[in-house]
């Protein structure tokens, strides 16, 4: 989007200005598990939103926790 790039990183989105590769923000997912879901695919990017979603995880034993769909705002990085 513009001069900026998106992409999953593990736990994570991460912001990027393409020219110089630098990072402009990170932002973690959380949940149950300490570290968070997985981002599970491509971000969307809608106005001044990145919308994304997170994997779901299974316990042993257990239900499965449902992933999460993520809107934060692509400037800052975070849920507005």
Known sequence: SGDTLY?????????LKSST????????TGGFFKA??????S????DNHVIF???????????AIQGHLYSV?????KIE
């Open 7 to 15: 992409i999953s990183a593990e736990q994570s989105l991460v912001a």
């Open 53 to 63: 979603p997170t994997e779901t995880n299974l316990i042993w034993g257990r239900d």
């Open 36 to 41: 968070g879901p997985r981002v599970s695919a």
């Open 73 to 77: 705002n692509k400037v800052t990085g």
């Open 43 to 46: 971000s969307v990017i809608l």
């Open 21 to 28: 590769g630098k990072a402009l923000w990170k932002f973690k």
